[in-house]
């Protein structure tokens, strides 16, 4: 765990001589995408599945529209191969909405509320409550995004509520673990180009995710860690690559870490 934390402090510090992104991977901050937009999105992440002792791949392919300057929605499908076979298991709606910013030369504050639902009819087979592919159920949350100088810091809390994956998978545990809170604390910033001259330029970001959540029916608790390396391309074009690594849990979970990488293309002006 020791190494973990040097790894994200190395980024955090490297962070203070770039310029702030506010394009974060593993959360999404108070800002919005462009409105009248659509973005196109696939996550990838591989993860060591400590039950089934084999590593398991999951995709999402993700449809994003800005419908506003204050509305957003995501549409999310769940496929992975956890269970021998690639196989659709499920999917999410995801809504946000920035009811408060205020904007200046070289700083703003947003603030904005979320929701999500998630179905999916794979096993249940962790206490951690996970929307992105493991469990059907909701959650509400509120998001906290400041930009000052071009340093960039975000914050969400929300609440978390585990549903059955449908009739064949009923949730196994005592109905008071159904509900849990999470938390995020991220950071990002540009590191290249240093003088922007054109769009053409590729931008480099780093940043730090931390993620953690703890269960209301028995007070345990995970925290992760997260760093990402993310490049920009036209301005339009994004990859990101991740990896979590678990810096304290009580919380029991399969698949504690692993890696991810995203690719996604927008839009811009479509309606």
């Excluded at 053409?200 to 029916?217: D, P, R, S, W, Y």
């Amino acid at each position: 765990m020791f190494k973990h934390i040097l790894f994200s402090l190395f980024f955090l510090l490297l962070g203070f001589y770039g310029n702030a992104q506010e394009l974060f991977t593993f959360t999404e901050p108070a800002s919005n995408m462009a409105a009248r937009s659509i973005g196109l999105r696939i996550s990838n992440t591989l993860m060591y599945d400590n039950y089934e002792k084999s590593n398991s791949f999951h995709t999402m392919p993700e449809f994003m529209v800005g419908l506003s300057r204050k509305f957003m929605i995501h549409g999310l499908g769940f496929f992975s191969n956890r269970n021998q076979s690639f196989i659709a298991e499920g999917g999410s709606f995801y809504l946000k909405y920035r009811f408060f910013s205020v904007d200046e030369v070289h700083s703003h504050f947003r603030m904005a509320l979320y929701g999500r639902t998630s179905f999916n009819n794979s096993d249940i087979h962790q206490q951690a409550i996970d929307l992105n592919g493991h469990n059907s159920g909701y959650e509400m949350g509120f998001i906290a995004t400041k930009l000052v100088h071009k340093t960039a810091l975000s914050a969400s809390t929300s609440f978390v509520h585990a549903d059955d994956n449908g009739k064949n998978n009923v949730f196994p545990f005592a109905s008071n673990q159904r509900d849990a809170l999470a938390f995020s604390f991220s950071m990002g910033k540009l590191m290249l180009p240093k003088t922007y001259t054109s769009y053409k330029q590729i931008n480099v970001n780093a940043m730090v995710e931390f993620l953690g959540q703890t269960n209301m029916g028995t007070g345990r608790t995970f925290v992760d860690v997260a760093p990402v390396v993310q490049f920009i391309v036209l301005s339009k074009m994004r990859l990101d690559v991740g990896y979590r690594f678990c810096l304290d849990n009580t919380l029991y979970r399969t698949s504690p870490q692993g890696g991810l990488l995203r690719l996604e293309y927008n839009l811009f002006n479509v309606f």
